[in-house]
């Protein structure tokens, strides 16, 4: 194709190309190419003689059509010949050989191919003088078919044509990329479809079909899997421009290209992206069985036994008349207590609007709280913007991330100081969250629950997390999230 590309770069201004794009040269493949072309059936009886054929055996295809092959060459064709076109009507697939002919004192190179009842043969030889020049007409259907190509791809080129139901590889492309001994030679289609995945078969066939019985479009394309020379499947997308003769859709030209390595790379990025998605999903239901379950036993281990005691005192009231007043005072106090603690359950639970508290206002209430009953410091340090420019929903996350990586310090890091410090950077929101702790490795803190629900609430805003850490020196967690997304 490159040869061909240069001799068309310099033809003379006068040849024309056509401006309908259905027009195409009325030669097949077969009659422009300079390999030599024939198919016999079984009894040897030749079916076809390309030009070419005519040029390098001597002989015109009106005086060896319908005649015996071997009787036209019986007393000059080498045995060896005789041998290997046996042989191809047994093999599956495409067999190349090259042979020395004594009478035409020239080396030839022939691939062969069968289908049902046919052989199909395809040679050229050392001998044959290559063409210097070309007629205008030659050179115009070069030209013209070099169009067709280059408008779809140039890597496994091809020429379908739709009457005798045979496909013309051309250029070695079929070799190179699937390992088929096949250059510039006919295959029958009944071997390209047997190469299509069985899976896929029916609607590639189906598909195709119907764009030619509809008679209007000029593109058939199609992504499949296709079977290479040593058994093994290769990812294809195919693409030909549909010629179209007196209405009637006869050819098709263009080519096959091997995505392989791009489907394998899409399959590998579908597949991490539904690990991902799977840890995610895993992460907040495991995060909702845990806070189910530290719910269900504040409940049942301190609120239930704090409910039944004021039960007992309120029945101790009922039945001693001179204590009834310390007893239902101390009642109460037992379900004050219970009020309380209910309160704080809320409170992990439900954030107040920020209508009601600002985010500052809940993150300092969070602090408080814990202080209160641990032996932590916790200092919060917003710094660089107002937070009118966070809209409710980045409020929230914000909230939720400081909540569950101040739980996650509280259990893990045996720390006696942390420091939130929330800051604007241009369309950026920075938090860092740090403590003294005993810090981890963090390349096992990523896989945590804790960790994944932080990353998936910063992802919802296409943020992003980092997380700075050595075991004995602390930890540090980077939230960036982008105030645009937001």
């Not at 919802?460 to 930890?475: C, W």
Request: charged letters at 25%.
């Amino acid at each position: 194709m490159e040869n061909m590309a240069t001799q068309l770069l310099v033809l003379p201004g006068s040849i024309n190309i056509a401006k309908n794009k259905n027009v195409y040269p009325a030669m097949s493949i077969t009659e422009i190419i300079g390999n030599g072309f024939f198919i016999v059936d079984r009894q040897w009886t030749v079916k076809y003689w390309n030009k070419k054929a005519e040029k390098l055996l001597n002989i015109r295809a009106k005086d060896i059509i319908g005649k015996n092959l071997w009787e036209q060459f019986s007393e000059t064709l080498p045995v060896s010949f005789y041998a290997n076109y046996h042989k191809a009507f047994l093999q599956d697939i495409p067999a190349r050989f090259e042979e020395y002919w004594e009478e035409k004192e020239a080396w030839f190179d022939v691939v062969t191919w069968h289908s049902d009842d046919s052989l199909f043969v395809s040679f050229k030889s050392s001998s044959y003088p290559v063409l210097i020049s070309r007629s205008a007409k030659d050179l115009k259907i070069l030209n013209d078919l070099y169009r067709f190509v280059s408008e779809v791809t140039n890597d496994c080129l091809w020429e379908w044509n739709f009457d005798t139901k045979e496909l013309f590889w051309i250029d070695g492309g079929h070799k190179r990329v699937f390992g088929y001994s096949i250059e510039n030679s006919l295959v029958p289609q009944k071997f390209w479809e047997s190469c299509l995945h069985a899976e896929e078969r029916t609607g590639i066939l189906a598909r195709l079909n119907k764009i030619i019985a509809e008679g209007s479009a000029t593109i058939w394309e199609e992504e499949y899997r296709f079977k290479k020379a040593n058994g093994e499947y290769a990812f294809v997308h195919d693409r030909g421009h549909i010629i179209y003769e007196d209405g009637h859709a006869s050819r098709m030209v263009g080519a096959t290209r091997d995505i392989t390595d791009r489907v394998l790379l899409e399959n590998k990025l579908t597949e991490e992206r539904q690990l991902k998605q799977r840890q995610i999903i895993e992460a907040v239901l495991t995060a909702q069985e845990e806070e189910r379950a530290a719910i269900g036993l504040e409940l049942q281990d301190n609120l239930v036994q704090i409910l039944a005691t004021a039960k007992m005192y309120m029945q101790m009231a009922k039945n001693n008349h001179n204590k009834r007043a310390p007893y239902l005072k101390k009642s109460g106090e037992f379900i004050q207590n219970v009020i309380e603690e209910i309160r704080k359950i809320s409170k992990k639970l439900v954030v107040p609007g920020t209508n009601i508290a600002s985010l500052y206002d809940n993150i300092k209430i969070l602090i408080h709280d814990l202080i209160l009953t641990l032996p932590m410091g916790i200092d919060f340090e917003p710094e660089g913007f107002s937070q009118v420019d966070l809209d409710k929903r980045l409020q929230l996350t914000i909230f939720r991330i400081v909540q569950e990586q101040v739980s996650n310090i509280l259990k893990h890091a045996n720390a006696t100081r942390a420091t939130i410090h929330l800051s604007r950077q241009e369309n950026e929101i920075t938090l860092l969250i740090s403590d003294n702790g005993k810090g981890c490795d963090p390349d096992k803190e990523k896989k945590g629950v804790g960790i994944i629900n932080i990353r998936t609430r910063a992802e919802l805003h296409q943020g992003r997390i980092a997380i700075v850490s050595k075991p004995g020196e602390g930890f540090e967690l980077k939230v960036v999230l982008p105030l645009a997304a937001s």
